[in-house]
């Protein structure tokens, strides 16, 4: 009980003391910054009482944010006394209108009135009684009829025209580019992938005020730099930080080493002809016909980032033939040429049924024609299975390009199941054939429905005997 009291006398004790040192904290905050020395009132000898002429606020320096508003008094000792304001370049401010202007009433003191400040603000600025002395301020004589304050602007840190992804040359020294706005200037430090980089005596990284030098670039430079901004000042102190990501400029080259170098289609059909590369800045991509650009209405090229695909509905044989890729940067470039011959057209399925009904699937009974006369080659893969529930079917006015798709290949196995359906459920299906020329006719479109759920299942007895023993002791 003894040690709990002292315990308690001791914690308070510290708190008393720490709410007095927070309280002087507190009042040396008031009125402003104080920091810097200004040359503020300087009240001549002659005069010890009240000077003439008095700011308020009255502290030497006066540190704001861009944007902040402030206001400052000149007030006279003597009413009748005629005041006015100089900024920081000597010039008289008598405007009464404006983002930094003057306010004047009949009897109350002068006031000089800041309405978003700017960086251009920043500077002493000089409250004097206005008599036949004009334009002759530097007579030391007349200090005793100054007052003047030091106006210090602060600026939020931001970085401007910084590019978020910038890209360098490969095998070549670099900059990553990262332009800090601030007033006071922070320190800049910098992070890869996380991690700082010492900048101090390295012969890869330098540290620029417009950014960060890396000699040497390779790829495995590539990454994400933090440009970190930081600065402590007796008044206040920030930091703010952006991310670059970091990409090396290289000649293109494949995805795939592999691509068929010939494909098959037939009149009738439709093939799609892909062309997949990598490459910084991202290369353009180009198909040729036989040597010409493609035209008529029976293509589309859809454009990626990385790759270029042909997709063409063949309605003619004139569209056989080599194609071209053309891949380019300002790097480098690749070509490749696939060959579309004529292919044979597949037979559709010979049976289309139901084998096994689920909860949330079909197995599918499908079976394949054997195609006479055509290599062994262009027999029949595999088969897509289309599908649509009763209610979408409806939505979509019985329109099958909004059918979920499946495809099957025999060297997966002779199983077609097609999984994550809703229970209780009816769903329309077609079916085709497919072979290296592409797709066989649809099927017609078959009706079937998902099992209803949640029956009893008589192999689980055991388990239910055994949780409700469980429960029931
Ligand atoms: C200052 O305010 C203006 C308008 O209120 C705004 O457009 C501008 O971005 C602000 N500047 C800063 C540095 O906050
Ligand atoms: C303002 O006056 C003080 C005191 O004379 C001086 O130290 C300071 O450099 C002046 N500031 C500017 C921006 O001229
Ligand atoms: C950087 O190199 C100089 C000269 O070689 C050396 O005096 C200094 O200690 C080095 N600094 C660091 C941080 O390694
Ligand atoms: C640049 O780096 C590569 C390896 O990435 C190296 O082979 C080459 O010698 C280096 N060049 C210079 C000038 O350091
Ligand atoms: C692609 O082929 C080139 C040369 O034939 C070989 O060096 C490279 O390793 C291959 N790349 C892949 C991903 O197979
Ligand atoms: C070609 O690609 C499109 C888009 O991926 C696809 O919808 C279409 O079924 C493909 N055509 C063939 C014949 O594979
Ligand atoms: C195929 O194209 C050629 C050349 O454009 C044209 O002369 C021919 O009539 C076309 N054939 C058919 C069946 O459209
Ligand atoms: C198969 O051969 C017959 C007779 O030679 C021919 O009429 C038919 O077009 C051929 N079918 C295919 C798919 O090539
Ligand atoms: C089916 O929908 C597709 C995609 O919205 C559309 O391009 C096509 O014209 C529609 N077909 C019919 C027969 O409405
Ligand atoms: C299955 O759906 C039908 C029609 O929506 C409904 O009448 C029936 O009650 C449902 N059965 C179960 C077990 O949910």
Known sequence: MDTLLVFFSVLLLLLSQNASILGQLDSSNIGGSGMGMGIGLTPPATHPTTPPLRLQPSTPSITHFVNDSFIIFCQTVQKDIDTKWRDPRGQTRENTKGRV?????TT??????????????????????NGNRNGNRNVNVEREFLASFELLVN??????????????????????NCFVEGMPAPEVSWLYNGEYINTVNSSKHNRLSNGLYIRNVSQADAGEYTCRAMRITSTFSDADQITILLRIQHKPHWFFNETLPVQYAYVGGAVNLSCDAMGEPPPSFTWLHNGKGIVGFNHRIFVADYGATLQLQVKNATQFGDYKCKVANPLGMLERVIKLRPGAKPWGPTRFQLKKLFTDGFELDIQRPHMTNVSDEMQI?????AYMSETEFKFSAGNWSYAKQRDFSFHRGMRFYIPYLETNTTYLMRAASRNLAGLSDWSAVKVFTTATGCSWNPSLFPIYAIILALIWT
């Open 101 to 105: 202007h003057i306010e004047k009433k």
């Open 108 to 129: 109350g003191p002068l006031a000089l009135v800041f309405e978003h400040i700017s960086l251009e603000d920043s500077g002493n600025w000089t409250c004097e009684v």
């Open 155 to 176: 600026q939020k840190i931001s970085f401007g025209k910084t590019e978020q992804v910038q890209s360098v040359r490969e095998g070549r020294d670099a900059l990553v």
């Open 381 to 385: 893969y595999g088969y897509r299975v």
